[in-house]
């Protein structure tokens, strides 16, 4: 009753203004806003009618909370898919996405049959204090199983305030064993790994924009100046973006103040603001990489394009994501969020790097590119020829390999997973990254446990033929010519022994990067990987011939470095992208 008697009263308050805009009592407003607001009223007249009509006659009880969410989801759904709502539930992930903060144990988890597992532990949190490692299978919180459940809902009972205890029943090797922990805050790491590469080049890898992050990046940075770096390379592969504000703060670390970074444009005079460095830069002259792939996006496309547009150093890897709107936290009534688009940003060429016409849908629904028609040409501060409409396209674009299908499909079947936590278990004595080396032997036994998992795929080839097959099978086709596909079948089959062998390199790779991430956390990992990493490597080469980059910088380079690969593929450099993707706890 208490339900319906707010619905009453919202519906009478709605009626009222309506009047009150029809008779056109509130003054000042045009015709045209009148009558938009006429409509806005009646249709919320209508929304609260049709949900009384549901409440009061539908068959069966209906649930509120979870009628209006879907309601909700799906009015937004018609905008862009950075307008989103966050219920009251939901605030612990929205702490999370503006933070980078939360109450919880320090680890991710994955579903796996019946259970969620842990994927990943945080260096000094509760689970890995406690001794949690990945791979173990999460199958109770407080005595209450977790059979079942979807990895949201293990999140809602393993977060909580900190200092709140905790006891989690965790499985390793068939035996339970029950692990009391105490929540702690969780500080993601912005910055999980920074260090020098050779005797002058230093490395950073920043991998989101939350609040403090500056922080972080200033103190590596600074520290690779202490030791000795004479160029730096920030790699923003896989940031996804964050918080504007620090985003004009890490371009501050390398631009003096004064300078122009980003602006932003929209529909309300009020969220027309220049954004421009305001302190004294650590370092206006050394020479900066940055790497970008098409995971970097938002504050990540304002750093690399300010520094592009500023001619302050040179853009190396894969075009960016190509998301060049803003987004704000507006509270709502009941404790519950709207993140809202509120503007376009444009970075000091002019350029603003918006790749997806949200506003124009296509007529199957779908998201349009922006096409090359409407693509405008800028400058940048020397005079280089950049474009809008596209997310930042590098200077040297090193497009990396893609994973073969036998690779993406043991990667994202776990397979590569498992065989880690194997490994893990099974050489415990491996006390640095430089004393692992994945053998021989131990490619055998990953064929063997393949074997022992019976492990199977298609190929696309396959898959394709299968529906040719099908499709012949209909029209009554494949009886003439079944000798001729009888013939393709054996020709296109591929060979699991034969695929291991030849695809041996990237599968290796994806193992050992796995492998290291055990023993040495996403750091270790990362330490590990950079020293073979295409792209890294190719930037603090450019960084070493200081003639090449200096031409880069003043648009006298010949044409970029383009390597041809598929963009849609699964890369190596995905990897850790994927992980972090998964939900954190």
């Avoid at 319906?4 to 009592?25: D, E, H, P, Q, T």
């Avoid at 049959?113 to 490692?133: H, T």
């Avoid at 791979?135 to 809602?156: M, Q």
Wanted: proline share 4%.
């Amino acid at each position: 009753m208490l339900v319906m008697k707010k619905i009453r009263s919202l519906r009478i308050i709605i009626i009222i203004l309506s009047v009150l805009l029809v008779a056109g009592i509130s003054t000042g407003f045009l015709v045209s806003q009148e009558t938009r607001d006429f409509r806005i009223a009646k249709n919320l007249d209508i929304f609260f009618s049709l949900f009384r009509e549901l409440n009061t006659f539908y068959v069966d009880t209906i649930d509120p909370d979870k009628l209006i969410k879907t309601g909700i989801d799906d009015m937004l759904k018609t905008l862009d898919p950075y307008t989103v709502y966050f219920p009251e539930s939901e605030a612990d992930e929205f702490t999370i996405m503006t933070t980078g903060k939360y109450g919880g144990i320090g680890s991710l988890v994955r579903p796996a049959n019946d259970y969620v597992v842990i994927s990943e532990v945080y260096k000094g949190f509760p689970a890995d204090k406690a001794g949690i490692k990945p791979g173990d299978i999460l199958k109770k919180v407080d005595g209450t199983s977790l059979k079942g459940l979807a990895t949201d809902k293990v999140s809602e009972k393993l977060k909580g305030n900190p200092g709140t205890e905790i006891n989690v029943t965790i499985e390793r090797n068939g035996k339970d064993t029950d692990y009391p922990l105490k929540r702690e805050k969780i500080i993601m790491p912005s910055v999980p790994y920074w260090g020098m590469l050779d005797s002058k080049t230093g490395y950073i890898r920043f991998t989101s924009f939350t609040q403090g992050c500056i922080d972080d990046v200033k103190n590596a940075l600074n520290s690779l100046k202490n030791s000795n770096a004479q160029q730096i390379i920030l790699d923003l592969r896989g940031n996804p973006g964050g918080l504007l504000t620090e985003a004009v703060e890490i371009v501050n670390l390398f631009v003096a103040e004064g300078n122009e970074v980003v602006s932003t444009k929209g529909k309300e005079k009020q969220f027309y603001e220049n954004y421009k460095t305001t302190k004294q830069p650590v370092d206006e002259k050394i020479p900066l990489a940055i790497i970008i792939n098409r995971s970097s996006a938002s504050a990540s496309e304002i750093v690399a394009g300010a520094i592009q547009d500023l001619d302050r150093g040179i853009i190396v890897g894969q075009r960016s994501y190509g998301k060049g709107l803003v987004q704000v936290e507006r509270p709502l009534s009941y404790n519950t969020q709207l993140k809202v688009t509120i503007a376009k940003y444009y970075i000091p060429s002019g350029r603003c790097i918006q790749a997806r016409d949200f506003s124009h849908p296509n007529e199957d629904g779908s998201v349009g590119i922006i096409p090359d028609s409407l693509i405008s040409e800028f400058k940048t501060k020397n005079g280089r020829i950049v474009k809008d409409g596209g997310g930042i396209t590098p200077d040297i674009e090193i497009l990396p390999d893609p994973l073969s299908q036998i690779s993406s499909e043991l990667f994202l079947r776990n397979y590569i997973f498992d065989f880690a936590t194997n490994y893990y278990w099974a050489h415990p004595d491996i006390k640095s990254p430089d004393q692992f080396k994945f053998t021989d032997q131990d490619y055998s036994d990953f064929k063997t446990f393949l074997l022992s998992r019976k492990f199977d795929y298609k190929t696309g080839t396959e898959e394709s033929l299968n529906e040719l097959i099908s499709n012949a099978k209909k029209e009554k086709y494949y009886d003439i010519h079944k000798e001729l596909f009888n013939e393709l079948e054996k020709d296109v089959t591929h060979n699991l022994d034969q695929d291991l062998t030849m695809f041996r390199s990237e599968i290796t790779d994806l193992l050992e990067d796995e492998i290291v991430s055990r023993y040495f956390y996403e750091n270790g990992a990362i330490a590990y990987t950079i020293k073979n990493d295409e792209q890294v490597l190719k930037a603090r080469d450019i960084l070493n011939n200081k003639d090449e980059y200096n031409s880069i910088l003043k648009g006298t380079a010949g044409a970029i470095l383009v390597t041809r690969k598929n963009e849609q593929a699964i890369s190596k450099s995905d990897n850790i992208q994927i992980r972090r993707d998964l939900d954190p706890l």
